[in-house]
């Protein structure tokens, strides 16, 4: 029971992370129904981003940790949406009238770019990082085995809930949220009644990518280790957490990333931690094949 | 001749602003990535060293291509063909023609240029199998449309099949090599079967992740594979039975001959120089097939081709394992040549760099695709001490031919039978077909 209650804990936790990076794969679909490719590595780009703004600050002379994390915090957010508006900006618009697989071929391409252009400006050895919050709670204790909930734990979940929080907001109550869902339902009709398309859509792209850097930050914090190809499978998880919660639903992201976590954290817990990547991605080839519509997902009506 | 389009007006104030603007979002891009370098400490902490150099040289770098951009190009779309001569392009046009004899010859005469030359074998050896893969997976990509990111788990269920045929059945590789390849195609219909219902881009999703599946399995499952460590002494190929060694009833002394290593390397480049024809050779057959037509269909219009009674899954499943087939065949090639396999040559991004071969080559174009291989892999070869920036080229590569080329940069290959656009019907042409049938049909009544 208390192996089972840490499991949970760490699975909530795990997929906390798969959302936040989830809901950028979402967004993107529902409004333009392409991939993007690269989202799992501009996550990975946002880690790195936070690690060497957090070794500046220090240098810096900055160093209570609250206060740097929030600055931390504030720039990876900014750069890693500047990535994002520029990867839509460069690789995906000028391709929104091509043929059906020239998004995704130049999505791919800029994930391998910025993988690789990470690896050679960083290195490729892994780049840890000392527990920066330390601390946390006993939860329950039951002979050798005790429940901890650690503070990381604790800020991740929250951090997640209240992001979540306003992003809803910003969809169901704001100007901009009002165009996203416009752009969603019809592209050409939204930009016949006003809407400026063009920016709707790399506003989509900046707040992913800035959703993406907080789930970044809280992998830095919670692994304390990154390296160049975290973006790949986290992405690949990510993706899988859309699938699953239905592609183009919001809640159905948040969902589907707690499920990814739990699943996985489960399976590493009770079966094998080889196995565990293989585990997701199985999930992924399932869903996609007897439920393609996911949890929350709408049916897809075909358009020729 | 077509003229040059003409100079637009450009207006400077606009194109410095703009520049200047590129020059903005790059400093944010790399301020922190690329002008701080994080390094591993003595005691294990990192910590950082500044590169403000290279970040002025690269923010310089986009500050003047935006400059340039702006003030050439600015707001018009042209294209370069444009400022080529007609006659040029007349004669360029007949450029391929020439070009795939030219190739052949000299990939037949390679290995007695460079007899003596080992290392320019290998490579040749090494950009062979490349080009067979990527005519593979044009089948898949280039001809069906299907975007397969997990094609190396193809070529590693054939370098896996040979290796593991031979350490516990001590089967040749003539034997082997067919058994790979249908091994590798039965891989391709299990796993194509259910996800080719599903639409494009989740199709791509799911290929990786059966790649990485496929790699992760390799890797774990210690008691088959041997994971990590992979399998050594996988047997050598034999020239048809005749072992390549300086024994009796070997080649050298069968056709008494000096005995020499370059025998071997020289039969295995002629191997893979023949298996990749024979992925040619099939590829254009079956592409004068209904079955290659309903390929080619299906990659410019799916939903017209389930309006026209072809069953798409099926048709998709075969162009998947007939990919997987040759992948299979290629990954048996491997693993005789390396004598060793492992996992770690089976990852992502092998899929991806054969992905880029197709893709540069022209998706759809045999000899784009034969160039584009031997011009990158070549390439990177020849710069050396840049190796590990080529994934980040190949990535770039990828991302500006679909912007500027999408068809392909070496080559361009356009379906066999293509619909020019819409047709002009002018009223005139209605009124005839209507009088026509009118008249028919009076005909009838009569």
């Excluded at chain 2, 079955?291 to 017209?304: M, S, V």
């Amino acid at each position: 029971m208390e192996y089972f209650l840490q499991q949970l804990i760490n699975g909530v936790t795990l997929g906390a992370i798969y959302g936040l990076i989830a809901i950028g794969y979402t967004m993107v679909y529902g409004i333009i129904g392409m991939i993007n490719f690269a989202h799992g590595d501009i996550f990975m780009v946002g880690a790195f981003v936070a690690l060497i703004a957090f070794l500046a600050l220090v240098a810096l002379g900055v160093t209570a940790v609250p206060l740097a994390l929030f600055l931390v915090l504030l720039i990876a957010m900014a750069v890693t949406a500047l990535y994002g508006w520029t990867v839509e900006r460069i690789a995906y618009r000028p391709l929104r009238r091509s043929f059906r697989l020239a998004p995704l071929i130049s999505a791919i391409g800029m994930s391998i770019a910025l993988e690789n252009f990470v690896q050679v400006a960083q290195g490729a050895r892994v780049k840890p990082l000392p527990p920066l919050i330390p601390g946390g709670y006993t939860l329950m204790h039951d002979g050798g085995f005790a429940v901890r909930l650690s503070n990381v734990q604790i800020i991740v979940v929250v951090t997640t809930v209240v992001l979540m929080g306003i992003f809803s907001w910003l969809v169901a109550r704001t100007r901009l949220g009002r165009d996203m869902r416009a752009c969603e339902q019809d592209l050409k009709m939204a930009s016949l009644l006003g809407v400026d398309v063009n920016r709707t859509i790399s506003y989509t792209f900046v707040i992913g990518a800035a959703l993406a850097a907080v789930a970044g930050i809280m992998h830095l914090l919670y692994y304390g280790v990154i390296d160049f190809y975290i973006g790949f499978i986290a992405g690949v998880k990510a993706f899988t957490a859309a699938v699953l919660g239905g592609i183009g639903s919001l809640p159905g992201a948040m969902v589907g990333g707690l499920l990814i976590g739990l699943i996985e954290t489960f399976w590493s817990a009770y079966f094998s931690i080889e196995y565990k990547d293989v585990a997701a991605f199985s999930i992924l080839v399932i869903v996609l094949i007897f439920l393609p519509t996911g949890i929350l997902g709408r049916p897809e009506v075909e358009k020729v | 001749m077509s003229s040059a389009p003409k100079a637009a007006r450009v207006n400077i104030a606009t194109a410095f602003k703009r520049a200047l603007f590129a020059a903005i979002v790059a400093f944010g891009l790399f301020s922190l990535l690329l002008g701080a370098r994080t390094h591993t400490g003595a005691n294990g902490a990192l910590f950082l060293s500044g590169r403000p150099d290279l970040l002025a040289i690269v923010v310089g770098i986009v500050f003047a291509g935006a400059l340039l951009r702006e003030l050439i190009i600015g707001e018009r779309s042209i294209s370069l063909a444009a400022y080529v001569p007609e006659a040029v392009r007349e004669r360029a046009r007949v450029l391929p023609a020439l070009a795939a004899p030219a190739l052949l010859a000299f990939a037949l005469a390679a290995p007695i240029i460079f007899y003596n030359n080992r290392y320019m074998l290998d490579l040749g050896i090494m950009i062979l199998t490349y080009v067979m893969l990527g005519w593979g997976l044009n089948i898949v990509v280039g001809l069906a449309g299907l975007l397969d990111l997990g094609y190396v788990a193809f070529y590693a269920v054939g370098a896996y099949s040979y290796a593991l045929l031979a350490e516990h059945f001590g089967f040749s590789f003539w034997i082997c090599l067919p058994l790979a390849g249908i091994l590798a195609s039965f891989w391709g219909i299990i796993l194509g079967f259910p996800v080719l219902r599903l639409r494009g881009d989740y199709l791509a999703i799911v290929t990786m992740a059966f790649g990485e599946i496929i790699r992760l399995v390799l890797l774990n499952w210690q008691a088959l594979t041997h994971g990590p460590d992979g399998i050594s002494g996988i047997p050598r190929p034999s020239f048809f039975g005749l072992p390549f060694n300086n024994a009796p009833g070997g080649f050298a002394q069968t056709f008494g001959l000096q005995y020499s290593f370059t025998h071997r390397i020289v039969f295995l480049y002629y191997l893979i120089l023949v298996l990749a024809l024979i992925t040619n050779f099939v590829t254009i057959r079956l592409r004068r097939l209904p079955i290659g037509r309903a390929w080619e269909a299906l990659r410019e219009d799916e939903i017209a081709c389930r309006s026209l009674g072809i069953n798409t899954t099926n048709t998709k499943l075969t162009a998947f394992a007939t990919g997987a087939m040759f992948a299979g065949f290629a990954g048996s090639f491997f693993a005789t040549r390396q004598g060793f396999i492992s996992p770690e040559s089976f990852t992502f991004t092998e899929s991806a760099m054969v992905l880029a071969i197709v893709v540069l080559g022209g998706m759809g174009s045999q000899i784009g695709v034969a160039v584009a291989a031997a011009v990158m892999l070549g390439g990177f070869e020849f710069f050396r001490e840049f190796a590990q920036f080529r994934m980040l080229v190949f990535g770039l590569a990828m991302v500006l031919i679909m912007i500027w080329r999408p068809r392909g940069l070496v080559a361009t290959r356009t379906p066999t039978i293509f619909l020019q656009g819409p047709k002009e019907v002018g009223a005139d042409v209605v009124r005839r077909a209507r009088a026509k049938s009118w008249s028919w049909r009076r005909a009838r009544h009569d």
